[in-house]
């Protein structure tokens, strides 16, 4: 079976892991993800990711944070663009998620990078997800 869209996939993965209080969720690695992943760490909502090597293919671990009392961290994960309609935006159209307090996520000339990233390096780009 072979997955259409990889990025809803990560990201109904990490939201399923939460509701079930998972320390870590594991995933087909990709290089979009491992990116994507990398974002949600500099950006506070997971605690770290990392490449597993194990059998025949890589896989991608992706460590949750919880707050004290053991709510999630990350409070909702949208897909934006999809495989059969993309969403571009321009660096002054960046969007603002939950008024600053969640991140929107792009792909861009520069790489993969949060919405806060893409207004400071001036670029816009796909945008691919949006995280609060």
Request: charged share 30%.
């Amino acid at each position: 079976m072979t997955i259409s869209d990889p990025i809803a996939d990560m990201l109904t993965r990490i939201r399923n892991a939460q509701g079930v209080r998972r320390r870590f969720v594991m995933m087909p690695y990709s290089g979009i993800k491992e990116a994507i992943g990398q974002v949600l760490v500099e950006e506070g909502f997971v605690s770290r990711i990392e490449k597993v090597e194990e059998g025949r293919f890589p896989s991608l671990r992706v460590y949750l944070r919880y707050a004290d009392d053991k709510t999630p961290v990350i409070q909702g994960l949208k897909r934006v663009s999809k495989p059969g309609c993309r969403i571009y935006t321009k660096r002054e159209d960046i969007s603002w998620v939950r008024y600053g307090l969640g991140t929107v996520i792009l792909s861009t000339p520069r790489g993969v990078v949060s919405g806060r990233q893409a207004r400071k390096l001036g670029v816009g780009g796909e945008v691919l997800c949006e995280v609060w």
